[in-house]
């Protein structure tokens, strides 16, 4: 099923413009294991030929992402953790998947959130947590639009640079992705380095608790 969708996708982006962009990022930060590498990248292929802008690409992306986001966000904080955990399974949320989720939400706090946005795996599930610990939702939702806007800027510049050395692989998704995998170690080192960065600023900010008489 998953296969087929996104062979849709490549099929049908230019006559769903925008649109699909914005309702298959929703469905990216949801439950729905599509990945974003395949939305995103094809779209970006278009704006050499006019018929999208590389802004209207990063808007619709960031404010499907949005979306999703809060549908999760709401959802787990109104089921709560033992529903999820119970029923988590049948839509691939493992408890592994969910104590992993939010051991990185409790190490790097709200900014977390934004760091999220931008890693495989914890990108669609960090709603979840945040809403099992009734984070607060302007913190949240300012740092889902802004790491939705940063990662759906990064996937549509990569589209342009892959697609526009090589149109023919907007008719071949496999090849396209292997060309976005064999390049993405560059997007991987641009985030860990802006991981690294929030973790000093962080230390090196946190306050002491006071000892105790």
């Known amino acids: 099923m998953m296969h087929d969708l996104i062979a849709w996708w490549f099929n049908h982006v230019a006559d769903w413009s925008y649109l699909g962009v914005f309702l298959l990022m929703a469905m990216e930060s949801t439950i729905v294991p599509l990945p974003s590498e395949v939305i995103i990248p094809p779209a970006a292929y278009f704006i ?46 493992t408890p592994e998947k969910l104590e992993k989720a939010e051991r990185f939400l409790a190490r790097y706090e709200t900014g977390g959130v934004f760091f999220a946005r931008l890693l495989p795996v914890i990108r669609h599930l960090i709603g979840i947590p945040a809403g099992l610990v009734r984070m607060k939702v302007g913190p949240y939702a300012a740092m889902t639009i802004l790491g939705s806007a940063t990662w759906c800027a990064v996937l549509t510049w990569f589209g ?42 962080v230390r090196m900010t ?5 000892a105790k008489a």
Do not use: C
């Open 48 to 93: 050499s030929k006019g018929q999208m802008s590389f802004a209207g690409i990063v808007l619709a992306g960031t404010a499907g992402s949005f979306v999703g986001a809060m549908i999760m966000y709401a959802a787990s904080r109104w089921l709560g953790r033992p529903i999820v955990v119970r029923f988590g399974r049948f839509v691939l949320i």
């Open 206 to 210: 946190r306050k002491d608790e006071p």
């Open 160 to 201: 342009q640079e892959i697609l526009g050395a090589a149109p023919d692989l907007i008719n071949k998704p496999e090849a396209m992705l292997d060309a976005l995998k064999s390049k993405s170690h560059l997007v991987a080192i641009a985030v860990f380095g802006l991981l690294i960065a929030y973790i000093l600023v």
